[in-house]
């Protein structure tokens, strides 16, 4: 089992930027592609971005689609979102993922393994 620890969620204004950061342990981290989800209260989990285990090819929610950028440093072990002309309906709790299958996955049902979660909000 991979650990994932997400950082960087926080409070800004409409309009504002943030990026979010997800840690990976083991040495395995260029093996497997990786995904951002994110929850609202009283809402489903519903899926933001993802990226190939060679960073080659990502895909994007349409809400979220430029706006937001997916990348990941594998020297670092580690997956970003940055988050541009953030709206108040972005706010949720921001989560990372891993998967073994190919290609960019957009279903949280072919991730693996999941961190626990950044608070993101979005208010003036």
């Known amino acids: 089992q991979v650990q994932l620890v997400e950082s960087g969620g926080g409070l800004v204004q409409p309009g504002g930027s943030l990026r979010l950061s997800c840690a990976a342990s083991?040495?395995?981290?260029?093996?497997?592609?990786m995904g951002w989800f994110r929850q609202a209260p009283g809402k489903e989990r519903e899926f933001v971005a993802a990226?190939?285990?060679?960073?080659?090819?990502?895909v994007y929610a349409d809400s979220v689609k430029g706006r937001f950028t997916i990348s990941r440093d594998s020297a670092k072990n580690t997956v970003f979102l940055q988050m541009n002309s953030l709206k108040s309906e972005d706010t949720a709790v921001y989560y990372c993922?891993?998967?073994?299958?190919?290609?960019?996955?957009?279903?949280?049902?072919?991730?693996?393994?999941w961190g626990q979660g950044t608070q993101v909000t979005v208010s003036s």
């Open positions: 993922a891993r998967t073994l299958r190919i290609g960019p996955r957009s279903s949280p049902s072919d991730y693996i393994d």
């Open positions: 083991g040495r395995t981290f260029s093996t497997y592609g």
């Open positions: 990226i190939t285990r060679s960073g080659g090819s990502t």
